[in-house]
């Protein structure tokens, strides 16, 4: 099942945006950021978006209200993301702990939940009108660290819409503090996970020893590339139980069975989006990078990272290989590269990571062609209740794109038939993307 953009249209009547500040007096000081925290590529806004059904038991409560009385209380236990960003002469951030606030605005659309269809996934129709993109806000530095919009449906349910400043925290810290925001909403005095700060965990060593192999960073260069030059479109995909049956049944048993969805899945996705895009070159190089978070498996820390802390924790290690090389071989061959880096990645990988950046001057991102994914099914997402039941859709609200890089998120999902599984969004050029249609079509047959 692959979404297409609706053409669905509406009205959206906004307040003027405010800030809301936390509710008391707050530390006003200067908080470092982390060695991950500090990356230039983290440096821009997040989008999410969450559904909302009408809750008759919430009868007589504005959500809008809910949430923002709840915003001003939570922030003062969050009180570094009501900060500025500064930077500082050598290039750092840090975050002024001022209290000035976030950007929050309050709507109310002419448009029901059900006319956004049966299954919602992204690219969401006018997305701009659900975040309105505040003049002055979106800035990596001297700008709000985060901006909602919550806007009011005819049928009494809501969308709550954000975005965040990546370099304050990744998706699992700001599924905490979305987590603590909706506990708040209903009631409880403070979050029952207190937040942690603790940046100095993941900051350079002294003396820094790089003592690993960064494939996913490279000098910034300027490469030549046609296929920027196409318009990008956007669709999400579905893959459920019976689609990643059908991958898995492209691998040889014993390797299917021993292999976890997300590595079957990421696999898959590597080697169809390298296909679809039709690479003239076969001795292309091209990366597959998916985050690792510090908090869990292999990467873990021990002693464990704080429970709390909210600051970026993931690295993005690659897997590199040739177009020749990933479509001249069986499936098998793209998801022995993707276990082999997951399974290297541990903790002196973070550091190691973290001091590369501190070692190496300029900024640095992987080549051409590389194509990013991230997990997010297990962040804590779909726990998020203000008080009007779990979200219908709570995740990313499109896939990222520039040139042919690109971010893909796996957002836990329930579909219409009651199907649990993983929606994908893809951004590829239309030609692409009408390869990769067909190429999915295929594994969805194999599956009914």
Avoid at 22 to 46: C, V, W
Avoid at 191 to 212: G, H, K
Wanted: some cysteine; proline content about 6%; aromatic content about 12%.
């Amino acid at each position: 099942m692959a979404r297409q953009t609706s053409s669905l249209d509406f009205t959206v009547r906004r307040k003027p945006a405010e800030l809301v500040a936390p509710a008391i007096a707050t530390p006003h000081e200067l908080k470092e950021l982390s060695g991950i925290d500090n990356q230039h590529g983290l440096r821009h806004h997040f989008p999410l978006i969450q559904f909302y059904r009408h809750q008759p038991l919430m009868a007589g409560k504005d959500p809008v209200e809910v949430i923002k009385q709840a915003l001003a209380k939570t922030l003062v236990f969050y009180y570094p993301l009501a900060g500025r960003l500064r930077e500082s002469p050598n290039g750092e951030l840090k975050v002024e702990c001022n209290g000035e606030g976030v950007t929050f605005i309050e709507a109310d659309a002419d448009v029901t939940l059900d006319q956004f269809g049966d299954n919602l996934m992204p690219p969401f129709p006018c997305f701009d009108k659900l975040l309105y993109n505040v003049p002055d806000s979106h800035g990596a530095t001297d700008s709000p660290l985060l901006l909602l919009q919550v806007t009011r449906l005819k049928c009494g349910g809501f969308i709550f819409a954000l975005s965040f400043n990546h370099s304050m925290c990744d998706a699992i810290g700001i599924s905490q503090f979305l987590n603590a925001l909706a506990e708040v909403a209903c009631g409880a005095v403070k979050p029952s996970i207190f937040p942690v700060w603790c940046r100095e965990i993941l900051c350079a060593r002294d003396p820094p020893r790089v003592t690993c192999n960064h494939r996913e960073f490279r000098q910034e260069i300027h490469e030549h590339n046609t296929i920027s030059m196409f318009r990008p479109c956007e669709r999400s995909f579905f893959f459920g139980p019976k689609e990643i049956a059908s991958i898995r049944a492209l691998l040889p048993h014993d390797i299917a069975t021993k292999s976890s969805s997300f590595e079957v899945l990421t696999a898959w996705l590597w080697r169809c989006r390298t296909k679809s895009l039709e690479w003239q070159n076969p001795g292309q190089e091209v990366s597959l990078l998916f985050a690792v978070n510090a908090r869990f498996g292999h990467c873990k820390f021990k002693p464990p990272l704080p429970n709390g802390f909210y600051g970026n924790a993931w690295v993005h290690p690659a897997a590199v290989t040739t177009v020749e090389k990933l479509l001249g071989h069986p499936l098998e061959y793209a998801l022995e590269l993707v276990k082999n880096v997951k399974y290297e990645t541990n903790e002196e990988y973070v550091h190691s990571v973290i001091d590369f950046r501190a070692t190496k001057r300029g900024h640095y991102y992987p080549g051409l062609g590389y194509f990013i994914v991230s997990d997010h099914t297990k962040v804590g997402f779909t726990n998020v209740d203000f008080g009007w039941g779990k979200a219908l859709y709570i995740g990313v609200a499109k896939s990222g794109f520039a040139d042919v890089h690109e971010v893909s998120c796996y957002v836990q999902y329930t579909n219409s038939k009651g199907e649990q599984g993983k929606v994908v969004p893809i951004c590829l050029p239309q030609y692409a993307m009408d390869k990769f249609e067909r190429e999915f079509d295929n594994i969805h047959a194999d599956s009914c």
